[in-house]
């Protein structure tokens, strides 16, 4: 997975073997990614990268991060719930998704035509990060890190593979995670641990 930003333009997210092919998707949607990257840098985010994707932060909070699949492309938001999508332009990433929280695209030249709107629905929620607000938690069975919750929104296979563990095995990342103090130490566990969490595996399965 990569680590470098420019990497993702030029290669692709490193989380696959069509990394640095024809075939990476990143490479497939790079006209239109290459727009959405313009537009959040003409805001003024922050560039940085994070699950092996371009991520754009403001005051100091994820805002959105960029995606490619080969079927479409796409822009993330975190903390979906808060926002209130007024052209009704945001889709659930999948079923396990609480809210709409990706604008997809299916042509190069889409983002273009819809710069007006990406733009609004940007600046709506870097409002709410400057303000400081989050959405009000949802009632859950079992409390999951905010780092967990940020990794599982931006990485939709990881986000499905999650949903279908145990309430048992699930419970197990969140007593890994919560035995570590610094964000990054829970962001590292979370990197190592994905490939169990696809294989369907517990934190102290093998």
Known sequence: MITEIEDFFSKGCGRCERFDTPACSALRWSVGIADLRRICRDLGLVETVKWGHPCYMHAGRNI???????????????????????????????????????????????????????????????????????????????????????????DPELGAAFARLTPGRQ??????????????????RILKARPHILAGKGALER
């Open 64 to 154: 959105a991060l960029i995606g490619a699949l080969r079927e479409d492309y796409r822009l993330g938001f975190f903390h979906a719930a808060l926002m209130t999508d007024p052209e009704g332009l945001l889709v659930k990433q999948g079923p396990n998704t609480q809210h709409p929280d990706v604008l997809c695209f299916t042509d190069a030249g889409q983002v273009r035509a819809r710069e007006a709107s990406v733009r609004r629905y940007l600046i709506e929620a870097m409002g709410y990060a400057a303000a400081g607000t989050l959405p009000v938690k949802q009632p859950q069975e079992i409390e999951l890190p905010d780092e967990l919750v940020e990794a599982l929104e931006a």
């Open 171 to 188: 419970r197990s990342y969140v007593i890994l995670l919560s035995g570590a103090k610094k964000a990054e130490t829970r962001v590292a």
